[in-house]
C-alpha cells in the first residue's frame, strides 16, 4: 500500500509539473480552426501562399474586431475582442517563426512579404479602437506588439531577400518560387 501511495504522489507531482507547459500550447492551437491548421500544413512547400494565408487569417481576426467594435450591443464584446486580439497575436508570433525558417533557408517569399507589409500598416488602428478595457487591455498590448513585430519583420527579411537574391540569383532553369536549398 506504501508503494501504491508514493506512486500516486509522482503522478500528481509530474501533472502539476506538465499542467503549465500546457496551457499555452493550447491556446496557441485555439487561434486557429481545424480547417485552417489543416491548410497550413498543406501549405508548408508553399512559402508565397503560406504567407498570404496567414496574411488572410490575420485579416479576417482585425475584420472581426472592428465588427464588434462597430457593434452597439454585445453581451460579452470583452471577451470576444480579448479571444480575437489573443488570437491575432498568436498567428503573427506563428507567422514570425516562418519567417524564421524562411531566412534560415532563402526561400523567396518576396512577392508575399511587399503585401504584408502593405496589410500590416494599416492593423495598429483597428486594434486602437476599442476603447479601454480591463478584459483585453493586456492582450491589445500583446497584439499591437505581435502586429508592429511582424510589419517590422517582414519589412527586414524583405530587405535581406532582396540582398541576397540580387547576390545570388535564381537560375533560369528552375521555378522562381521553389525553395532555394543551401547545404549546411
Not at 492582450?139 to 511582424?150: F, P, S, V, Y
Request: charged fraction near 30%; include cysteine.
Amino acid at each position: 500500500m506504501h508503494l501504491r501511495t508514493i506512486a500516486q504522489l509522482l503522478l500528481l507531482l509530474a501533472a502539476c509539473l506538465l499542467a503549465p507547459t500546457a496551457a499555452p500550447a493550447q491556446s496557441r492551437t485555439n487561434a486557429m480552426s481545424d480547417a485552417e491548421v489543416e491548410q497550413v500544413r498543406t501549405l508548408a512547400y508553399e512559402p508565397n501562399e503560406r504567407v498570404a494565408f496567414f496574411q488572410k487569417m490575420m485579416a479576417q481576426r482585425i475584420s472581426e474586431i472592428e465588427k464588434i467594435n462597430a457593434a452597439r450591443r454585445i453581451n460579452d464584446r470583452g471577451s470576444q475582442l480579448h479571444d480575437l486580439m489573443d488570437q491575432f497575436a498568436s498567428l503573427a508570433d506563428d507567422l514570425d517563426d516562418n519567417f524564421d525558417d524562411y531566412q534560415h533557408r532563402h526561400w523567396d517569399v518576396r512577392r508575399a512579404l511587399r503585401k504584408l507589409i502593405e496589410a500590416s500598416a494599416k492593423w495598429q488602428e483597428p486594434l486602437n479602437q476599442p476603447p479601454p478595457d480591463p478584459a483585453y487591455d493586456v492582450t491589445r498590448k500583446l497584439a499591437l506588439d505581435a502586429a508592429a513585430d511582424i510589419h517590422d519583420s517582414a519589412r527586414k527579411l524583405l530587405d535581406d531577400q532582396t540582398a541576397w537574391f540580387a547576390a545570388h540569383p535564381p537560375s533560369k532553369d528552375k521555378d522562381e518560387s521553389a525553395p532555394v536549398i543551401i547545404p549546411r
